[in-house]
């Protein structure tokens, strides 16, 4: 079992900025990757970013390249995504997960087994 905790959420005007973190504890040697998802009321859960727990490997929905970077801490078991250039689309429930294996599908929140609880960001205009 892999346990995972958001953190760093908040209310940002549009054009700011965020990091989030996500610590991760329990059988973290299981972890292949890490991926941050966001699901905003009425939509479905959207893939993110994705990291893998170890090299330089990383992925990102179309959307947010250029504006977010995910990385991470291996001696710290976290995750972080920091968030530039905001804009009030990107408002929504931000969830970290993990995942055992590699796969092709890694934009698919099927491919996760483990999640956090979710942590909210909010931009305003």
């Known amino acids: 079992q892999v346990n995972l905790v958001e953190s760093g959420g908040g209310l940002v005007q549009a054009g700011g900025s965020l990091t989030l973190s996500c610590t991760a504890s329990?059988?973290?040697?299981?972890?292949?990757?890490m991926g941050w998802f966001r699901q905003a009321p009425g939509k479905g859960r959207e893939f993110v970013a994705a990291?893998?727990?170890?090299?330089?490997?990383?992925d990102y929905t179309d959307s947010v390249k250029g504006r977010f970077v995910i990385s991470r801490d291996n001696a710290k078991n976290t995750v972080y995504l920091q968030m530039n250039s905001l804009k009030p689309e990107d408002t929504a429930n931000y969830y970290c997960?993990?995942?055992?294996?590699?796969?092709?599908?890694?934009?698919?929140?099927?491919?996760?087994?483990?999640w956090g609880q979710g942590t909210q960001v909010t931009v305003s205009s």
């Open positions: 990291i893998r727990w170890s090299g330089d490997s990383t």
């Open positions: 997960a993990a995942r055992r294996t590699y796969t092709e599908n890694y934009y698919s929140d099927l491919a996760y087994a483990y």
């Open positions: 329990g059988r973290t040697f299981s972890i292949y990757a």
